[in-house]
């Protein structure tokens, strides 16, 4: 899956914001080619009614290798590096509503299910080949499922977890810091400043 990185981070996971989270969803949204579910909420810190629901160590540690596989560490780091696991538990349990918690909780289910048929392993015990060809797989299942539904009908629970390992990312201190370069804030504004050609692109605060 090849994926552009960029950056997210949470006051509740005590991230240090390093870049401005509209633009950065702003960003996703043109990466996913639609909204992000849960951003107007995400933005104005959101906190939705308590649902009773929760992340187990082992739905994060889930979450945090499915992110990975999609943006995987290379010369720059990875999602998992970014926590990108605990900031899906913070938006899926603040910021969404029960009927988007409903399909994402399930999904964590349907795509182990869906690795120990296509794998004959569960995700976890798959090997990253094993990994990446079923979220490959997944990914295309989402794009076909989006094709056939109408704008407002719920969406795919694998776009689910895309869009917030994007948002994760995107926003947090170590994508703003070692993915993308980062110029600290507050300083004298340069309205243009040096890029060259497979230069990383810059983060902004």
Not at 97 to 126: H, P, R, V, Y
Not at 162 to 191: D, I, N
Request: glycine share 6%; net charge positive.
């Amino acid at each position: 899956m090849n994926l552009k990185k960029e950056t997210y981070n949470l006051n509740e996971l005590k991230y240090t914001i390093m870049m401005n989270r509209r633009e950065a969803l702003s960003r996703v949204a043109i990466i996913m080619g639609g909204t992000v579910l849960g951003a107007e909420a995400f933005l104005s810190g959101c906190k939705t009614a308590s649902t009773g629901l929760s992340f187990s160590k082992d739905d994060i540690a889930f979450l945090n290798e499915v992110a990975e596989t999609i943006l995987p560490a290379t010369q720059t780091p990875g999602a998992k590096e970014a926590k990108v696991g605990e900031f899906m538990q913070v938006m899926v349990t603040d910021c969404y509503e029960a009927k988007d918690q409903t399909i994402f909780m399930e999904g964590i289910k349907k795509l182990d299910e869906a690795s120990k048929k296509l794998n004959n392993k569960s995700f976890m015990e798959s090997d990253a080949t094993g990994r990446h060809n079923l979220l490959v797989a997944l990914d295309k299942e989402a794009k076909e499922y989006q094709k056939t539904t109408k704008p407002e009908s719920p969406k795919h629970y694998f776009t689910l977890m895309k869009e917030l390992t994007l948002t994760g990312f995107f926003t947090s201190e170590v994508g703003a810091t070692k993915a993308l370069r980062y110029v600290a804030v507050p300083g004298k504004f340069v309205g243009s400043y040096p890029y060259k050609k497979g230069d990383k692109a810059w983060a902004t605060s």
